[in-house]
């Protein structure tokens, strides 16, 4: 069990920049953020492999503008240029071997509460 926590989430104004982290109880595999708006699926925004730092960008809003990295059990996301339309509940997720993340919910075992980001214009 891989116990995560998030942090980092504010109400911003648009075009200004805002970095997430994520805390990991202990090394994953994979780590992602997620985002959830009201009244819309989850999705995936990012995704890292934690060993080789290697990251894959899901959501095309996010390329160019997000940056996902991690420090040993801490994962971040670095977002540049907010927009309204980034507005929702981030979650930071991970998983462990032999399960490979990728740019959906399944691909995810543990999540944690989320951190809401609300940008207005």
């Known amino acids: 069990q891989v116990l995560l926590v998030e942090a980092g989430g504010d109400s911003v104004q648009a075009g200004t920049s805002l970095t997430l982290s994520c805390s990991a109880s202990?090394?994953?595999?994979?780590m992602g953020w997620f985002r959830q708006a009201p009244g819309k699926e989850r999705e995936a925004v990012a995704y890292?492999?934690?060993?080789?730092?290697?990251s894959t960008y899901c959501a095309a809003s996010a390329k160019g503008r997000f940056t996902i990295s991690r420090d040993n059990n801490k994962m971040f996301l670095r977002m540049n240029n907010l927009k309204p339309e980034d507005t929702a509940m981030y979650y930071c997720?991970?998983?462990?071997?032999?399960?490979?993340?990728?740019?959906?919910?399944?691909?995810?075992?543990?999540w944690g509460q989320g951190t809401q980001v609300t940008v207005s214009s």
């Open positions: 890292i492999h934690t060993s080789s730092g290697s």
């Open positions: 997720a991970a998983t462990k071997p032999p399960y490979a993340g990728g740019c959906h919910t399944r691909f995810f075992y543990f």
């Open positions: 202990e090394h994953a595999w994979y």
